[in-house]
């Protein structure tokens, strides 16, 4: 860069990112400032379309012939991504650009931009109210990732700690990464069902495979074993049917992975102790809350002693020195790691759109909104996170539209807001996405869509191949359409696709026109449902769908109020099952004053006016048999080698059945073998049907 061009830009720099950096995103611009008046009534009615920031991902990959940003300029111009997004959020800068321009585009170009610090945004606000702000790339290979390159591998020594296996000593590398992790890492935390989702330490890449942590077994699960003494802690406390445990005694940062209970419930806790002696090992804190039950699924991760196959490694938090196994044509290159949390932090703005890009390998969420409105994400590609791909949190009007996210690690997409007082939707959405292996670490209860609060979208999206459920809800009046959900809740037992439970009142959500198909579980005696309405869940409505090859398609746990109608069952037997748990299993839990489902109806103006004439039976539930299954129906509903509704005799009575029928696969349009029919028009049937 010519030396005077440098000098007539520093000045205003300094200012603007408060470091003193004054390097190539610092051309000086030709226009002179414009007026500090620049939201008077005259800089209005000269309103300007769009302000061009050109983002590159590094100051030498700023053309010599761009004109630098300036803090004393709205003008187009060119910088550093990093730059830009601090000069967006300049009160200086966005004086001037307030009521001279519509929109402000941050455009970037092709190419792999490395975050090492989350971008915080407050937009649309105060200053720049009015003001749209717009990140956009040049399609999937604009990429924004927050792992760096680990430039050097090297053959290990002889002299390796002694827990490192004699059959793996020859196959290991090492990396030296104290110059690329940050001086104190993320403290390791229990995650997984019922616990906070938290940031990870990191994660190992090679291009776009994520690298196994050091683990037994390498793939799967082990079983528990009861301790062969009395008085173990039967919820931190275990044992591993044909493993002993002193192999693991020097282990500093090992980690077990259980269902310890339940098929339903999976946490990752940090391992306390080992003994030896005992052949036992215990979990940090209070371990699992629903005890420690034998056969149960367990895996040991985090252990160099298990460092034994291909891909996988281990990082000593000590040293940050990582030992490694390379996969079989590993030339040393094309190895990075996970060091930054999330891309995006949005907060109290309005009006931000990102669009036609790519997100990841981050140790948390990709995006993170909150307390916001109008937040767009369109085209965007969202994987290899540690967390979620996206939070939409207490904000509205907000979603994500035609956007690809896989291989997440605790969930896809989270959104909240509304008003459940006055039942205002939030009007929050996700649309024409595809979501498939959204939760790799975490198994259970991180679904591809969670949603809270009032009237949200979930719309013609693809969601497959995830150990637990699809979507799960809470709150009213929301909307899930179109969808298509397969090869979901395949590792679990005792869940659903689409899941909901323990309130009264959720009412007013329709489930309507989605295709499900393939859902089962590969546990051996355990059972999967479509749509799962839960612990006297009640006021849903399922209408219009299509269950094909599903293992119980609807579930309804003691609710009322739920409405099965019109929808197309084929090789999914029972259709429906009804039973009256409110009457029988859990008659204490539905009286209790102190228990959920008492609590949730004191939590909501259910008696108000407003939510009387919503859901004119909620109102009066208390002194309407309460814990009676009433007023649910299965009506005009279609099935082909599937069985009619299953009831507990209790809830027989309570149950509508109308206008159903049973008809054979002949009636379809096409003629192809059973499970041949994996496509939605393949259950058309004929006309007159």
């Known amino acids: ?367 993170q909104v909150n307390n916001s409105s109008n937040i767009h994400i369109n085209q965007v590609n969202i994987r290899l996170t540690g967390n979620r791909a996206l939070t939409i949190e207490d904000s509205n009007n907000s979603g994500i539209n035609n956007c690809n996210i896989e291989d997440n690690g605790e969930g896809g997409i989270t959104i909240s807001g509304g008003n459940r007082k006055t039942l205002q939707a939030a009007m929050n959405f996700v649309k024409n996405c595809s979501i498939t292996r959204y939760s790799r670490l975490a198994k259970t209860m991180k679904p591809a869509i969670q949603m809270e609060g009032v009237g949200h979208q979930i719309l013609s999206n693809t969601i497959s191949d995830a150990p637990h459920m699809a979507i799960y809800f809470k709150g009213n009046d929301h909307l899930i359409a179109k969808n298509e959900i397969f090869n979901v809740v395949n590792e679990t037992g005792d869940a659903g696709a689409i899941y909901v439970g323990r309130d009264y009142t959720v009412e007013g959500t329709v489930i309507e026109n989605n295709f499900f198909h393939d859902i089962k579980t590969r546990l051996g005696g355990a059972e999967v449902k479509g749509v799962y309405i839960d612990d006297q869940a009640s006021g849903i409505t399922v209408r219009s769908n299509t269950f094909a090859r599903v293992q119980q398609p609807v579930f309804i746990g003691g609710g009322r109020d739920n409405v099965i109608e019109n929808n197309l069952f084929f090789m999914s037997t029972p259709a429906l099952h009804v039973d009256a748990r409110g009457l029988t299993s859990d008659a204490a839990e539905t009286h209790n004053p102190a228990g959920t489902l008492q609590q949730g109806l004191r939590a909501v103006p259910y008696k108000s006016s407003t939510w009387s004439a919503r859901y004119p039976r909620l109102a009066t539930i208390q002194d309407d048999q309460i814990g009676a299954p009433k007023y649910n129906t299965f009506k005009n509903n279609t099935l082909i080698l599937s069985a009619g509704p299953s009831l507990d005799k209790i809830a027989q009575p309570f149950l509508t059945i109308s206008g159903n029928r049973h008809l054979t696969e002949a009636s379809f349009a096409t003629a192809m073998p059973s499970q041949k029919r994996i496509h939605l028009d393949d259950f058309r049937l004929t006309a007159g049907n």
């Open 1 to 367: 860069m010519h030396s005077a061009r440098l000098l007539a830009a520093a000045l205003p720099l300094l200012s603007a990112f408060g470091d003193g950096r004054a390097d190539a995103t610092a051309i000086a611009s030709e226009q002179p400032p414009l007026s500090a008046q620049a939201g008077s009534a005259n800089a209005q009615a000269t309103l300007l379309t769009e302000l061009m920031l050109s983002a590159y991902p590094d100051a030498k990959d700023i053309p010599q012939s761009a004109s630098g940003c300036r803090i004393d300029t709205a003008t187009n111009c060119a910088g550093s991504l990093s730059d830009l997004i601090a000069l967006s959020q300049n009160r200086q800068w966005q004086q001037i650009v307030s009521g001279r321009y519509q929109r402000v585009t941050i455009k970037l170009t092709q190419a792999t931009y490395r975050i090492a610090q989350p971008f915080k945004l407050r937009w649309g606000t105060g200053l720049t109210q009015g003001v749209a702000l717009e990140i956009s790339g040049a399609g999937a290979s604009t990429v924004l990732s927050g792992a760096v390159v680990i430039p050097n591998w090297n053959r290990a020594p002889t002299h390796l700690p002694s827990r490192v296996s004699a059959k793996a000593r020859s196959k290991i590398w090492l990396a030296d990464v104290k110059a690329l992790l940050p001086n104190r890492l993320p403290q390791a935390t229990p995650r997984g069902y019922g616990l906070p989702i938290m940031p990870m330490t990191a994660e190992l890449f090679v291009g776009t495979t994520i690298q196994p942590i050091a683990s037994w077994p390498d793939s799967g699960f082990g079983k528990i074993a009861v301790p062969k003494y009395s008085g173990a802690p039967m919820s931190t406390t275990f044992s591993i049917e044909g493993r002993s445990a002193a192999d693991w005694q020097d282990e500093p940062d090992l980690r077990a992975h259980g269902f310890w209970q339940y098929d339903w419930a999976d946490q990752n806790y940090i391992v306390d102790s080992v003994d030896a002696s005992k052949n036992t090992l215990t979990l940090a804190g209070t371990g699992s809350p629903y005890g420690i039950k034998a056969g149960q699924r367990v895996r040991i991760e985090n252990s160099l002693h298990e460092l034994d196959s291909p891909g996988e490694w281990y990082l000593d938090r000590n040293t940050k020195i990582i030992y490694w196994i390379p996969p079989v044509g590993f030339n040393g290159q094309d190895t990075e790691i996970s060091i930054t949390p999330n891309i995006f932090n949005i907060e109290n703005s309005n009006g931000i759109h990102i669009t036609n890009l790519s997100i990841e390998k981050l140790t948390g969420d990709g995006i």
